[in-house]
């Protein structure tokens, strides 16, 4: 198969398609059975360089946290 096919055809539709679910949160357990992979860690290590930045979702995860503490906090007023 030529190289431009594979650039702008069904594998860059499946490359959207993943990194599409990633950037919403999927597992990577779901998307890889979702693109048919048997392999998860195929699919991780196919798609990883998609993924968000661990450290930005560690961040974010604990402001939520904290955040939602925050507001189940009774006033003291």
Known sequence: MPESHREHGIHALR????SVLLDGGE???????YL??????FTLRTY????????DRTRKAVDHVLQQSA???PSTS
């Open 27 to 33: 597992n990577i357990k779901a998307l890889s059975q």
């Open 15 to 18: 490359h959207f398609y993943a």
């Open 48 to 55: 990883t360089h998609l993924m968000p930045s661990s450290e």
């Open 71 to 73: 507001l189940d906090v």
């Open 36 to 41: 048919g992979h048997h392999d998860p860690g």
